[in-house]
């Protein structure tokens, strides 16, 4: 599939953003170990999110949803029940990692597998801690398909996070529910923090490292789970209607999570106009409803220890970079060439061919803001971050921008071309 655009003189309108692909993986995993029914209002109809449940149904875990409310059938920490073929996570890494994690103690055999993207990522991330647990891990090239080795007995570590990734620190955390005595990951720069705050877990703060404990054995208690409009999606918004000349772009029920909102920060530092209105809290998530106006914007330098809580953004902050006046500087980021794809070099290489002045490093990219961009065939590689930040571009390029690939999108914000083009009128 692919998509169009044109330059939007206004941006108008309310955007039905999708709920929080990062809570909906956590509700529903934790619902599914949880030893009683829960309810988790608004899961996302989003790809990433459904994969996660369809690997939950092969494990014997029952769901059913009735006006926008998932209901899950806990079966506690021993109940889920071997699958009877590989586990297919499809695009989602924090699908494969954070199951990893639930499955490395299990008494039976797994094979987790994914798409193409899937397969090239990652994963001995997770089999060095998981390992060091006692689990039986083998990785295809450091990669997936994983092969769990079932009736392993889990023990408690302490594991200091190599790199700053909630995945794998979820993954640890979860593993030690199944594992005896108490895990422990010990991280130096913070990542989101989802996890530790649904599981309850205490945090300590010592000599600048965050410590997070879990006893294993531990029960989990079913509740409700009310999943928040995903930020990560709405930066895409936040971006286009700063750069757009005209027009009011509303944002109800924004998750604000502040280990995911530095962009937020960012972003008005650069001389963006967000108000937020209506703070409140929901499920234990801190939401609210933001507006925002056109503003000019101007370059910004971002690093550690702020990319992990705005590792998902850097997309639609490249796009707002190449439209700012003057140099923005993003540095610590080589992380994003082990996302769905190589992010770097896909926004440096889009970007190029939309006029902007770019400068691709190891970690990071420079980007020389200011400079008219003017319409290309861009490519989205099959990444929906990618497709959707050229979505975002495509606004503001004269002439026609045609994004190639461009369905991806559907992996975390299927309604983002309509929403987009609905509110530019184009
Ligand atoms: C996620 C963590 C991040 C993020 C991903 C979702 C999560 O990955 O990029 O989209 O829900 O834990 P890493 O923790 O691997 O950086």
Redesign the pocket.
Known sequence: MKRTLRPAPTLLGHIELPPD??VA?RAAILAALAEGSSQIVNYPASEDPRSTLACLRALGVEMEEREGILYVEGRGLEGLTPPRAPLDCGNS??TM?LLAGVLAGQPFDVVLTGDASLRRRPMTRIAEPLEAMGAGVTLTEGHAPIRLEGGRRLHGITYRLPV?????K?CVLLAGLFAEGTTTVVESIP??D?TERMLGLDTFETGGLRRLSVTGGRRIAPRTWAVPRDF?AAAFFLVAASIVPLGEVRLPGVGLNPSRTAFLNVLRAMGAHVEVHHEREHGGEPMADLVVRPAPLHGVTVGNPLI?NL??EIPALAVAAACAEGRTEIRDAA?LRV?ETDRLAALAANLRALGAHVEERPDGLVIEGGRPLHGATVDSFGDHRIAMAMGVAGLVAEGETTVTNAGCARVSFPGFWKELKRAAGI
Not at 164 to 168: C, D, E, G, L
């Open positions: 692909k990062s993986h890494g924090t990692r700053a990734s909630a995945q794998v979820s990542s989101r989802h990560s992990p590792i998902d992380e996302k």
